[in-house]
């Protein structure tokens, strides 16, 4: 997040001006963008290899993919 976020400053205001200043809507698809963003940080994250036992029980080398609940625990909500 922090590589993404120094962008948000502009995305707001290219979206604010697009959505005729509807905050409502600008921070719902912020919120979106954000989210994809996360998720995205997930799968790309690559750190210290794993080690070989844990490629061969989980079939295969992403880092913090294995079941699905992290990328599914994120989201995003706009009060």
């Known amino acids: 997040?922090?590589?993404k976020s120094?962008?948000?400053g502009d995305a707001i205001a290219g979206l604010l001006e697009?959505?005729?200043?509807?905050?409502?809507?600008?921070m719902e698809q912020m919120g979106a963008g954000i989210d994809g963003q996360l998720?995205?940080?997930?799968?790309?994250?690559?750190?210290?290899?794993?080690?070989?036992k844990t490629?061969?029980?989980?079939?295969?080398?992403?880092q913090l993919v294995e079941t699905g609940v992290?990328?599914?625990?994120?989201?995003?909500?706009v009060e």
């Open 1 to 3: 997040m922090a590589d």
């Open 6 to 8: 120094p962008q948000w």
């Open 18 to 26: 697009a959505n005729n200043y509807d905050a409502t809507r600008t």
């Open 39 to 52: 998720k995205q940080s997930i799968v790309d994250f690559s750190a210290v290899p794993l080690s070989p």
């Open 55 to 62: 490629v061969q029980r989980k079939g295969f080398d992403k």
């Open 70 to 77: 992290m990328l599914a625990s994120t989201s995003f909500k």
